[in-house]
């Protein structure tokens, strides 16, 4: 925890601008000991699980999450391993009213607790290191999400991992839908990767995937919106199984904005 703390107080001291989503930038550093909060700084995060009433899933507020004995569960958990973050949403779960699919995903938050809501000008910025450990079909890893500015619920991208190793990011085509793929990377499950979806100018989303990256103009339609960003396990299937789904492991996660 020397080291996390370290690499804090010089991030703090260099005047980084946003705000870190993982302590320390070492993933070997990572205690398998101790609850996700005590390895990732989970203070800008609000954490939905596949579990409550129908159409009203269970969140665990930020401030429940934080700390090596913060929270943690079946759906979201330390890997004892490796002390990965891990998110665990089966195909049979509870569902928002506005999808068929069960999550284990965290919402972004701001540091006051009120939730993020950002506008498209500036930049923004969500990095994260992780690997599917399993899924049925597919599953999406991290988005940003439709907030404030107009009636669509919708999101402005998601990036998806299939069982056959295809990521794909899906860019809507207006906030009333319409969501077009497109492949940009293949890694065998289980395998580690990395992505980075950012926002510059405005005008643009620039996804980078293990290295590569690729440039996607945002229709002028999502301009009244404000954003956040989304990242975990959203499965993209559905059953009576609650023992088929997709499981996510995170080594690193990082949100900015400047």
């Not at 070492?26 to 409550?52: M, R």
């Not at 004995?69 to 958990?77: C, L, M, N, T």
């Amino acid at each position: 925890m020397k080291l996390r703390s370290k690499v804090l107080a010089l991030a703090t001291a260099a005047g980084i601008a946003g705000t870190l989503g993982l302590l320390g930038a070492n993933a070997d550093a990572a205690s398998p000991s101790v609850a996700p909060g005590g390895n990732f700084n989970l203070s800008v995060w609000q954490l939905q699980e596949p579990v409550g009433s129908p159409g009203s899933p269970t969140t665990i507020s930020s401030s429940r999450l934080q700390g090596p004995s913060g929270f943690q569960d079946s759906y979201f958990y330390t890997d004892s391993r490796d002390g990965a973050m891990t998110f665990w949403a089966p195909e049979k779960g509870v569902t928002t009213p506005n999808s068929n699919y069960a999550r284990s995903e965290l919402r972004e938050m701001n540091a006051n607790g009120s939730s993020a809501n950002w506008s498209l000008s500036g930049a923004h910025k969500l990095n994260a290191t992780l690997r599917v450990v399993s899924v049925t079909s597919n599953v999406c890893v991290g988005q940003i999400h439709l907030g404030t500015g107009g009636s669509s619920t919708k999101p402005l991208i998601e990036l998806y991992y299939h069982s056959n190793g295809d990521i794909v990011a899906g860019l809507e085509n207006s906030p009333s839908g319409g969501q077009t793929p497109h492949t940009v990377g293949h890694v065998a499950v289980g395998k580690t990767w990395s992505y980075t979806i950012a926002v510059s100018g405005g005008h643009t989303i620039d996804l980078t995937v293990n290295g590569s990256t690729t440039h996607y103009a945002i229709p002028s339609s999502f301009n009244p919106y404000k954003q956040y960003f989304k990242a975990g396990s959203y499965n993209q299937s559905s059953s009576d199984s609650t023992t088929k789904g997709a499981r996510v492991a995170f080594y690193g996660l990082t949100v900015s904005h400047s």
